[in-house]
Every structure is written in structure tokens, then in C-alpha cells.
């Protein structure tokens, strides 16, 4: 990035935006849609008079092509030149989005409460491809208003996948057409389910952002209530001769997915069947974390199974392989790819190498650190995405996010043969302790600082203490978007904070502008007054 | 508390709710409260025609007085008995209000959307007298809206006191009429401050609740705002034998009061005879912790100070004393009488007997554990307030809601002459990471533990298991009345968790009934058939 100290002002009603490709429902509702931010970002503060105006930006996407869903492979590369006819080129409309999100950022409002924006010329990418957010909906239920809401904040952020966990043990929200006794009796209420209407809505809604929605339907694992309606396909846990008995501390009544029948892979072929024309990304998450045995090692028929099979005595990581193996071979029938987590690498299951592989362990009690993880599972020629650093259900006192920030992907042994297999990351919310009453203060900004970590360039972005200036700032620019971000530093934003909070999506709300304390400025003006980096999250006033 | 199994049913739009003192404004207002509420709590629901109705509530105050403000001493016994013709009586308006609150929580919808209540008689009374939330509106300002809205969440969990730590290093919200430069230099922008209006409408809301307001302005630390317009007030640190330079890791360039100088006691006079006039509370927090004195030491006039008054050298706690006895001499001739953190008496400044000490250390890294400091400070003759278990900014992964329910009061050693000074206890929020975006949640249903200690008889309140369920169903309560409850268990709470929230006050706000999942209640029926406790917090449908 390059920005001159020349100051521009900016009239958002008068600004005009145009595309090549304006006929694209994604760029069309992008324009309207930034058209709004800039106004809500700049209510209540004036065109600065004693300067020369920005009067429009033009857009030119390349490729002239309006996609449909957007994917692990596409574009999102921008060019963005700020003067009073401002240029924004991409290759593709998703980089577009991301230049409109940074072109937004730039224009802010100073203590007169003036509009200005700094000349300026990035050249922009991310540096990793999977920037993802994982919410589960299964331990509590989450609205799809607040679904919705979280789209927005995660696109101000430039995430680009949202990794829906829609069912676990707890609750089935998922209305299968072909299935309806799944939700109907797996559900905690008829009303805490997702139709397809309302799964379209979400990935049209996150589509219009460049997000992709990607759902985890996990097996063999964490599916008791799948259970609810098809018992038929959990395996009956034994105890004392006796099937259908839970023994405390070691296995329930009944768990895990049958893998013997054959009507576990019809059904599990006919609800993905189902799933991959509800969703439409080329992925699909299988789960298959925490997988325990002990169930399986209980039932009688399941050891008749694997002697018939040439399954040795004892070894259930390798009828969880054949487990695996036949469920990746389906969705490899359905024309789509996978995604799992780690556990059955642990378990030394042969996964097929085209499996993406989510590491999740490594920050708690487990065998290996991520680092070591990340090196041993690239060198199996597996791709894969870090979330072990990024558990956000997960908090302590204090600026927490800050060992998120900390966090680089790269970051452990390897050669490029290894680094080059990282797709990104995801930072993870299970749901334990969550719901819509405290979802968004609580990953937001906290998720920010995973955010910037997954899109920057890693050699700009190293200074957690000049970060967390960036990151206040953008708290305030969350909140007056209508996001309910929570504080880091002490401080206000601007009469923001007065206001009464609405939970509505943010473009409908409008809030004042957003400024810091002046003790924060104090402690910050003249930090930096020069850079050339290509910095995603805040081109800050107080950056330069 | 008796508990019959004979229930009734209710038609909320036809109860009728009549007291002998119903011109008196806080039972007028209380009635229509609890009508609404009640209407909230059971909507969607209906009468269940196979049962005898409760048709009414006849509340008795004995005392036939319409009080002003609540105090420390106010009697907030009531006795209660559910029939067809249910009464309430209590010695004061304070005790009814009590008495509702419990009488609301009686009534319930069961599993068929049905509207009952069983026949009981409870005699209720609190086990402490002093039961307090503690806000800190400094380090970030909090909108007069979410502190009226925190007042609905206390008057659900029977706290009667609001410590309003108003003022602190960080801002001085306070808009003084005397000094209006106070809040005019020292609050974050002219526009987060509090109005003689604003509190005057805080106090007024509180006090229909029963609920005390105190004011805390901290001094002779934690006053850097002070400086803003008053640096004359402060004591110029001294470096190299300079004035006003700051010492990294040491002191500030100017910090703390001046206990030299006359003007110091005028001006708090000045202040505290507004403050009092504002404020109607028998009671004013002068805060008084966290004085350190390392800015005392550089300063040659403080030392000459000493030396002319008979001070040892280097002996600050006796400066320290000074400036206390000095204060709350003040205090004294303004009517009032003082509340000061513990600070002062672990200098060893005598400090006069009639001030209440409130305990805040002994949860980290302090001389003594919060039970030695209760022993030695009341064996002082001291009445003491608890705060140390329930820091609740203090955050952490899990149900920490249960080590705020097992912290006992009364758990240290000592008599009953001891015993007899513990006055209650508070559960304090301080602001570093606290506003209006993440407050509510972050407090309740997590403050509601320290509540239920606080309020119920210690013998009934043991069995922590079993409080989680109470809890649970509590927080759904607190949902359904507009309070953003976080999550303790998971499952869901009715249909409430799928609408949209708005975080406006709670009466104006009508949502659906709360139920819990089905796995909870699997897990709890049965446990208790009958009991007769005086317990506060729920008389849950399914305690019995």
C-alpha cells in the first residue's frame, strides 16, 4: 500500500460508484451496499470544504463474469487507487468485494468531524485462500437473523467461509426433505430447525459477501441425536450381555453410527445426496472427530464384523477406516470434495490424500503441539486448515485475542512443500456456553485478530502492540455497523455507545461516526507516518 | 416454604392484584409491573380449564406506609400463600415487592402450554441486608437505558443495593452542578456524562424496586480525571526534582489528592454536600483503596507536611489516615454515613469504627484470604460487605457460576459476634473489558448465583447440582423479561431464543413462553416431591 499524506473529502451522497459488470446481482447489491456503509460510517459528520472531493469510483472486474457460488479456488486479488476518480480492478467480482470492504475503511471521519480519505494505491490479496468462521448450532440453537448478522461482520473482516456445525449429539436442526423425522424428532422444538428456505437465504446472503457456506454433517461420532429418529443406524452399546445399557463414564445406551450395515451408507449416501443440492460449495465436512470405541468394542456383532472382514482383534481405527473410507467414497460419487478433522490421522486411519484435514488439537491436552501436527499431516500430502489456535468459545480475562493475532499458520517446521499445503485457518465456536444472547460481543473483535493474521501479509502484521490501536478502531467501526463487538481497551466510540443497541442486521441500522479516546490518540499519533505495506484490516486515520 | 400438589390454573388478563396501600406509588407501580409480567411470562399460553382458578392477590402492608427511599435497614419479610384468594403481606412496601416477584415466579406454563400455579404458603425473608451489583461507569461509559435495564435484572434476583462506581481514573461522568469542568475536561466527550436528570431518573426507577443507589467517588486514588480540570487538587510527582514528571512503573506525573493542602477538604465538601443532595442514600461509598504512595515520597511539600504534623517520615499510611479521618468527618457532618474498601485498614490506618469495610481482596494474590480478612476486620468492630469471591469481570471457560454459588458470607472463623457485622455482599463489575455491548450477558445469569447466596437461607442452598437447573430455568425467565441471560447448560429456552433481541427495557417487551429441553427436564423430575425451605431464587416448577 501507498498512501500520500494529500487528504481528499468525500460527499457519500453524491458519490457516485460504478461497474463494468453492474448487471451482476453480486456487484449490484455490493455497490447499494457500501453505498450505505459509507453513509452510516460518516452520519453526522461533514464534506470537509477546504479539500478537493473524491467524486466517484469506478470498478472494472476483469474477467467480466457474474459466478455463481463462490469457492476455495477463486480470486480475490484487488488493485484500489484512491484520487478524486477512484479506480478498483480486480480479476474477478470477489476481489471486488474485498476492495469495496478496504475502500470503505479508508474513508473516515476526524475530530471536526470532517469526511476525509488519504490518497492512496494498494495492491492487495489474501495470503490464505480458507479464512473461515465455525459456528455450531446444535448446542444451542442460533437464529438465522443472528446467522445473518454474523455474515455481515465476518465479511467487514473479510472471512470467507462460514463453516456451519449445523447438527451434533445435542440437537438436529437440520430439515431434511427426504428425512423429516430427523428434525422433527431430533430438534429441541419444531421451531428450532433450518428449512431449506431459510439455508437458502443464508447462502445467498453470505454468496452476495464472497462467503462460502460449508456444512458439517459429523459422523460416525456425535450423533446421538440422529438417533432420535434412526436408532437403527447407532450401534447398540453392551453392557453385561445385555444391548441398549449406558455404562457411566465410558459409553451411553447408543452412539456412533453403525458402520456395519449397509443401511448406514444408503442412508448416509441419500442425506448427502440431499445436502450437496441444499449447499452448493465443492466441499462437504464429514466430521469423524472423536470417534470413540467404546461402544463398538462392547457389541458382539461389530467383533463378528471385523473377524469377517479381516479386521484384527481390537483394532477400531481400522473399522474406522472402513468407515471412512466408504463415506468419502460417496461424497466422491457426488461430485464433491472433503473436509474432516484430524482424529482418524491420529488414529493412523489411511485417509485418502485428497481429504482436506482441519487441526483442531495441540493447544490443550493432546499428544502433539499444532506445530508438530501441521508438520507430520502436510507431510502425509494432505492440505489443511489450523483452527487449534483459534477456539473462541474458549475465554479468559483480558486481551485474549492478542495470542490469536500471535498465532501464524506458517509457523512450524517445514519446507515449502509443507507451507504450501495450508489453506488457512478457522476460528471455532462451539456452542457450550453460547447462543444469540452472547455470540457476537463474543467473537467479535476477538475473531478480528484471527482475521487480519489469515488475510495480511505476514511480515506486516507482527506488532501486536500498534494492533491493538487497529483493532479498537475497528470494534467502533463494527459497532456503529451495528455489530456488538465488545470492548478491548478502555475508551468510548464516539456517541455510538449512547445509543440503544438494536440486534437488527447491521445496513438497515445507522449509528454516528466512531471515533477513540483522546487518550488512546495521545498514546498513538505519529507512530507511523509512512507505510507501504498491504495491511487488510484498518487503514486507520491514526496509522499514518 | 409448604408446597402443596394441588394446583390451580391462572387467567392473567382477569387476576385482579388490590392492596390496603394502592395510592402509595411503588405498590401502585409494582402492581401494574407484575401484571405485565406476568402476562410476558405466560404468553402463548392458556388457562387450564381442568383446574380451579386463582382469581386474585390481596397485598397487606402493616406498617400502611408509602416510604421514600429504600435503606439499609428496610424489612423485606413477606408472607405469602397461593389459593383461589391468594394474599401477600408484609411488614413494608419493601417486603411486597419481594413477595411479587416470588409470587410471579410461582406461576408457570407447563409442558401443554398451560397455565398453572400450586397452592403454597412461603415465609420469606433475606439473609443478608445488604445484596448489591456493583457497576463502574468510568472505564466505560454506561447508557442510562442498560442501567435501567440492569435495575429490571436485580429486582428479578432480589438485589436491593446499585454501587454506582461512578467516577475513576479513566472518566468522570459525573456532571457536577458546583463543578460543571469536572465532567466538562474529565468525562469522555460532553455527551458521556450523567445528568442531576439522568440520576435523578436512575434513583427514582431503582427506588419503585427497592433498590438502594449508592455512589462511589474514589479518592484519594483513581483520580486522574479529577485532574483534568483540577490538577490544583492533585499532588505533583516529582522526578530529578522536577514537578509533574511521571516515573514509568512508578507514578504518574500528577496522581492522587492532596492531603496537604486545605483546599483538598473544601472541595470535597463542596462536592460530597452536591453529591449528597443527589443521591438518597444514608450511605456514600468514598472508595479509598488502591492509594499508593510512591507519588507522596518524591514530593518535598508532603514531606515538610509530614514532618510539621507530626507524621514519621516515610510513614504514608498515617498520611493516608489524615486524609480518611478527615473525610469522612466531612461525611459525618453531611448526615451520611461511609462505605470504603479495605484498603485503609490493611495499611493499618485507624479508621473510625462506624465505617463499613467492604472486602475485595483475597481471591488473588493478597496478604490474607478473604476469610482471614472477614475474621480480623470484624473482630476491628467493623460491619463488612463481601465483594472478593464475586469479581464477576473476571473471566473463565465453564460453569464459573457455581465457585459464585458456594462462596459463603459467613464461611470464616468466628462467633456470632462476628457473624453479626456481615452485612451482605456485592458482586462487582468493573469496566476494563465491560460496556454496553457485552454487560448483560457477561452478568447475568452469573450474578444470580451470587443473588440466591445472598437472598436464601444457607441450610437450603447447598447442593450445587441442583441449583444448576434452578439457574437454567432462571435465566430462561430473565429472557423472556428482556433480560440477554447467557447460556449456563445446553438447550434451549422455548421460542424465546428465536426471536430477534431487543435490548430496550424489559416491560415493554412481550415474548413467548420459556420452557426448557426435554433432556433437562428428563434429567430432574422427580428429584424433589416436596419441600418446605424458604428458598429465593425459583420456586421452579420442576423443584417439585
Redo the contacts between chains.
Sequence with gaps: MKKSSTLLTVNPETLTITANLASCDIIKDAMSRYENIIEMDTKKAEVDTNLVKMKSLSIDIKDNECPGYPQLNMNESYNLTVDESSTLSAASVWGVLRGLETFSQLIYVNELKKIQVKKTSIEDRPRFKHRGIMLDTA???L?V?ILLKNLDAMSYNKFNVFHWHIVDD?SFPYQSKRFPDLSAKGA??A??VYTHVDIKRIIDYARLRGIRVIPEFDTPGHTASWGKARKDLLTPCYENGTPGVGKYNSHGEYEILNPTLNRTYKFMEDLLGEVVEVFHDNFVHLGMDEAYHACWATNPDISKFMVQNGIAKGDYSALEEYYIEKVLKIVDSLNRSDIIWQDPIDHGAKVPQNAIIQIWKGSKNTAGTWEEYMTNITNQGHQVILSSCWYL??????QDWKKYYQCDPLNFSGSDNNFEKVLGGEACVF????????L???LWPRASAAGERLWSSNDVIQDVESAAFRLDEHRCRM?KRGI?????L???C??Y????????TAQTESKTACTT?S?MKNNYSGYLTLYYIVLYCIMSKRMV
Excluded: C, M, V
Design positions: 448446542r444451542h440453537y437464529p437473523w445435542q429441541y422444538t421451531k428450532h468459545n474458549y475465554i479468559s480475562y483480558g456452542g457450550e456456553y453460547i447462543d444469540h444472547t452472547n457476537l460481543p463474543r459497532l456488538p463487538a465488545q470492548p478491548i478502555n475508551g468510548y464516539g456517541e455507545d449512547l445509543e440503544e443497541q438494536n440486534d437488527r479516546s487518550s
